[in-house]
């Protein structure tokens, strides 16, 4: 079992810049597969970035490829996702996931364990 905390969420400007983090507690990422989601008002969970921890691979949504970074930390047991260039269309509860099989991939099913979620809201 794995609990998800994710912090850095807020309020920014259009052009911005946040760092989310996501922390584990429980057990350690090492093996798993690490994703980040989305979900604006009205609208379904979109995904956005994920990590294979033991490998390193790091795959994108096409919509923020190019702005957006996945990292993850062993030390400190965290994924981090940076977030550069911010659009108001990247307005959404952002959550983090984690899967104990090491799935890194778009499908939120394939997750096991979710955060609670931080709010990310970009202004124009």
Known sequence: QVQLVESGGGLVQAGG???????????????????WFRQAPGKGREFVA??????GSTYYASSVKGRFTISGANA????YLQMNNLKP???A????????????????REYDYWGQGTRVTVSS
């Open 93 to 108: 509860v952002y959550y983090c996931a984690a899967d104990d099989v090491g799935y890194s991939g778009p499908d939120y």
């Open 17 to 35: 810049s946040l760092r989310l983090s996501c922390a584990a507690s429980g057990r350690t990422f090492s093996s798993y597969g690490v994703g």
């Open 50 to 55: 994920a990590i294979s921890w033991s490998g």
């Open 89 to 91: 269309e990247d307005t």
């Open 76 to 79: 400190k047991n965290t994924v």
